[in-house]
């Protein structure tokens, strides 16, 4: 079994948090606080036309009549929006650019990242390795996208979201709003009037992406929040693989990080969805610092047999409230969400998903595997709800918790809503600890405690590692040695 | 929020509505645009209730007044009985709430039959039960909801545990205009047992909603929970179970089950089987399951001669059986047979 040696390899290399360095870079701010002429601000610096302020304003005018929501099984001391910055970019000029005008700065922390920005790069890699673009987000800008020329040769559109709205409004205009509404929530509106950039992916036609795409998210500037907006539509009988990195430098306050991830398949179309969330996750003892990742993701199936997946990992955040989910709206689409969540030291997770069946024989699955250590506290909610026009519309869905030491907590709240006499759910749930006789007989065959832990845990979260894709799935697996660190013993 | 402070300071505002996450799938203020009139005192037919003449003494409750002996609800150390407790309501368009408490002394051992009979439409009910069981107490609760299909009700049960108390209910309901049965239980653990099942059989454009938690705050406790329901027409039934395992509660060990069958294409049902873990040497698990008929099934049983109508009547009656198989009261158990047998609502 690699991956087990892969992990075991890791175990003596791990550091606590390996991304938590801040890279000293000249940076441009909106002033603090929020109102609506940091929107006008961030607008103007994006050089948006006038339909994309009102847009923004009119999401701003009812964020602010709106409440905080305190549903989740989560606690923090209440945020004071007024105490962040905005937009925080590095000053450079804004706008396409080439990787020579880029701050060497930031090149070197994505290469300490060991994300690839320069073509070659991923080239001179190993003969045979998959190819993947990436569009690299610094704070509040987009600094570099890759190999859009090899793209732009079939058609696909891979650019950052300010480049999107001045080069492609009519794409935009057409489909951004339209899966998250604005005013879809507390933090989706506040999104909606402050979002910075993002991705924006168009897959035309019948093409089938050529490599992988991805995006990188990183927070450098303190007191800031980030707020991307990510927008993919894959066109008729379309397909693209998308993947997501975040992470954060150490820093005792906490940051927000509110997104919002909007996916529209069209008919035959599929996109699959990869996140691999490792945002800081504040200080294991004390809890102090860390990112509020406060997320709205979600997937229009809107086309026949169309399909999505999310796959999620995730480790980091002090505070993780999220469900990726699908709105299963043509005929016979299909909804998949896999998702490995671990908290460790004193980090909450409030996460999950809903798949929403609307159209006649639309079919989803749900395997979620938390895992749960330290002082930590892991929720998994979802929703799974059939329409009555939904005939024939089927769920599965399993969420299995693992607990780890005596001070953590593993929530399942599932919410099940069947209106239709022709629709079949099923759900099942377990919670657990490691069984001492598994530990035991691992540690027999000469494992230490730490990695039979890994050992075992690696197996318990299998069925969701073999969806992702195979760079991710190595990386995720090191993360799983990470978080887990220090768990036991 | 809720009814009994509602129907208490006449204050419409403290219904619960959808926007409190206990009620989301019961709303009452949607549901209620005014306070009824206090019910009056009444003398209702009381001749017979659908536990007949089952057990050896019977309490009484009509519109909120206890005209039975209240006393038959506490038993001393040792004592055992079987005891039918009523609720009827009585007048139509009234509103009234009750408090009954029930108290097992070490040892003694209950057979709680308990009604509730709506003998005219549009009234509102608020029942609240506080329920003690002291050491090695026994106490099994078999509910038959029989609310006016124009009622609107809710029951609420707080049962306290002392250790190794065995508590064990049944809560069998056919809906009404909205209606909630709910049962909170602390358990100790210490090898308390809690056993907590129901059936509902809604038809019409009725609606039920069993709502259940249980904290398990010590270590060995045992909660195993079965829930079966079958919806037809345009009925609507609610389940939401919680398990909470308090932090050191080790050796818990909690199980818990929820399976609907839909039969038509507007029935519809809402569950949140929730387990809240904060100890981690336990087991615990749930199953929800929402579908149709089994269409295998329905083909084997008309395949040899059954009617259709009659084979999914029979195999309704099959799905809500495993829940009425585990009373242990015989007479119970039979006339909890019959009323699943007259509400096959296939």
């Not at chain 1, 080069?167 to 709003?177: A, C, I, T």
């Not at chain 1, 079949?424 to 657990?432: C, G, K, N, Y």
């Not at chain 2, 709506?118 to 029989?146: C, F, I, S």
Request: hydrophobic share 40%.
């Amino acid at each position: 079994m690699p991956a087990v040696k892969k992990t075991v390899d890791s175990v003596e290399a791990l550091e606590r948090y390996q991304h938590g360095f801040i890279t000293t870079v000249d940076q441009e701010f909106a002033p603090k606080g929020l109102s609506a002429d940091i929107v006008r601000f961030i607008s103007a610096k994006k050089q948006e036309p006038e339909w994309m302020l009102e847009w923004r304003l009119a999401a701003y005018e009812r964020w602010l009549a709106m409440d905080e929501p305190d549903w989740a099984k989560v606690s923090f001391p209440k945020i004071d929006y007024q105490d962040s910055y905005y937009y925080a970019a590095p000053k450079e000029k804004i706008g396409p650019m080439s990787l020579d005008e880029v701050d060497p700065e930031i090149l070197a922390t994505y290469a300490k990242l060991g994300i690839p920005l320069r073509e070659q790069e991923v080239l001179a890699g190993v003969q045979g390795a998959p190819k993947y673009a990436v569009d690299a987000v610094f704070d509040s800008v987009s600094v570099v996208t890759t190999f859009k020329k090899e793209l732009a040769a079939v058609g696909v559109i891979f650019c950052s979201f300010s480049e999107a709205v001045r080069e492609h409004p009519e794409l935009v205009k057409k489909y951004l709003g339209t899966v998250v509404p604005a005013s879809d929530n507390y933090f989706a509106c506040l999104n909606s009037a402050v979002f910075s950039d993002g991705s924006f992916v168009y897959v035309p036609p019948g093409v089938r992406c050529p490599m992988e795409l991805s995006t990188y998210f990183r927070i450098n500037a303190a007191e800031s929040g980030q707020f991307e907006r990510t927008l993919i539509i894959a066109d008729k009988g379309a397909y693209v693989s998308y993947l997501e990195g975040c992470t954060a430098p150490m820093r005792d306050e906490n940051q927000l990080h509110a997104a919002v991830v909007e996916l529209v398949t069209l008919d035959d179309a599929e996109i699959k969805y990869s996140t691999v969330q490792n945002w800081y996750p504040g200080d294991p003892e004390t809890g102090k610092g860390g990112i509020y990742n406060f997320v709205t993701k979600r997937a229009d199936c809107r086309g026949d047999r169309s399909k999505v997946s999310w796959t999620q990992v995730e480790t980091g955040s002090a505070i993780t409230w999220k469900y990726p989910s699908c709105v299963l709206r043509g005929k016979d689409s299909v909804g998949e969400f896999y998702s490995i969540a671990i908290t460790n030291g004193r980090q909450q997770a409030d996460t999950g998903t809903k798949m929403i069946h609307l159209g006649e024989g639309t079919r989803s699955r749900i395997i979620s595997k938390g895992i749960s250590a330290g002082r930590s506290s892991n929720t998994y909610r979802g929703l799974v709800s059939a329409h009555p026009k939904a005939k024939g519309a089927r769920n599965f869905t399993q969420c299995d918790s693992l607990l780890i030491g005596k001070t953590c907590a593993a929530h399942t709240v599932p919410y099940i809503e069947a209106r239709n006499g022709q629709s079949v759910f099923e759900h099942e749930a377990t919670t657990t600890r490691l069984s001492d006789d598994q530990l035991f007989y691992v540690m027999q065959r000469g494992l230490s405690q730490e990695e039979a832990v890994q050992l075992l845990v690696n197996g318990f979260v299998k069925d969701v590692l073999q969806e992702l894709p195979m760079e991710f799935a190595v990386e995720a697996q090191k993360l799983v040695a990470i978080s887990l660190e220090g768990s036991v013993g | 929020m809720t009814l009994s402070l509602a129907l208490e300071a006449r204050d419409l505002s403290q219904l619960p509505s959808r926007r409190d996450e206990d009620w989301r799938w019961t709303d009452l203020r949607g549901l209620i645009r005014e306070l009824p009139a206090p019910s009056p005192e009444a003398t209702a037919d009381v001749s017979a209730g659908p536990f007949g003449t089952e057990g050896e003494a019977e309490l009484l409750v009509v519109n909120g007044r206890v005209c039975g002996d209240a006393g038959l609800l506490v038993l001393r150390e040792g004592e055992a009985r079987v005891v039918r407790l009523r609720f009827v309501s009585a007048t139509a368009a009234t509103g009234h709430g009750v408090k009954l408490a029930v108290s097992l002394a070490p040892g003694a051992h209950l057979t709680l039959l308990e009604s509730y009979e709506g003998q005219a439409p549009d009234y509102l009910v608020d029942a609240a039960l506080n329920v003690r069981l002291e050491t090695g107490a026994r106490l099994e609760r078999v509910v038959l909801a029989g609310d006016h299909a124009e009622g609107v009700s809710v029951s609420t049960a707080s049962v306290s545990l002392a250790p190794g108390a065995d508590f064990a209910q049944t809560v069998l309901t056919d809906g009404a205009r909205r209606q909630r049965l709910e049962t909170r239980v602390e358990h100790p653990g210490e090898s308390a047992v809690v056993r907590m099942d129901g059936a509902y059989l809604i038809a019409d454009r009725r609606h039920a909603d069993l709502t259940t938690a249980v904290n398990h705050s010590g270590t060995d406790g045992t909660t195993d929970q079965l829930v079966k329901g079958v919806v037809a027409d345009q009925g609507r039934g609610v389940f939401q179970g919680r398990i909470t395992v308090s932090p050191g509660a080790d050796r818990t060990d909690a199980r818990m089950g929820h399976h609907a069958l839909l039969l038509s294409d507007r029935a519809e049902v809402n569950a949140k089987p929730e387990l809240l873990i904060f100890a981690d040497d336990v087991a615990c698990a749930h199953g929800n399951t929402v579908g149709a008929l089994d269409e295998d099934a329905l083909f084997y049983a008309q395949q040899r001669g059954i009617p259709e109508a009659e084979a999914r009547a029979m195999l309704t009656e099959a799905f809500i059986g495993e829940v009425i198989d585990r009373i242990v009261h015989n007479g119970a158990r039979e006339v909890a047979r019959a009323w699943a047998a007259k509400r096959r609502v296939g």
